[in-house]
């Protein structure tokens, strides 16, 4: 079963920042590509970034390339999320998924889907 806890969630200014954690309980965090998703009130679930499981690979949506970063420390068994020049439109709940690799965790992700941290962006 996959066990993800996300955190860092939290109210920011359009152009702030924040960094979200996703913390990955087991011993075989290393060998999956790790992805973010996220959902707004309303709207279905998107994906965010992508991460191979070596960090060597990433992966951006439109909606966010040049203002979010996807990086991973396997020592730490944790995946974060670095959000800068935020925008009132990035205001969502935000999940991290895993998967075998880039295009599957993009794909079919492997995630609870549970509590997940919301991120509000006010204008």
């Known amino acids: 079963q996959v066990q993800l806890v996300e955190s860092g969630g939290g109210l920011v200014q359009a152009g702030g920042s924040l960094r979200l954690s996703c913390a990955a309980s087991?011993?075989?965090?290393?060998?999956?590509?790790m992805g973010w998703f996220r959902q707004a009130p309303g709207k279905e679930r998107e994906f965010v970034a992508a991460i191979s499981w070596s960090g060597g690979s990433t992966y951006y949506a439109d909606s966010v390339k040049g203002r979010f970063t996807i990086s991973r420390d396997n020592a730490k068994n944790t995946v974060y999320l670095q959000m800068n020049s935020l925008k009132p439109e990035d205001t969502a709940v935000y999940y991290c998924a895993r998967g075998q690799t880039i295009v599957v965790v993009t794909t079919t992700p492997e995630a609870d889907w549970g509590k997940g941290t919301l991120v509000t962006v006010s204008s």
């Open positions: 087991g011993r075989t965090f290393s060998s999956y590509a």
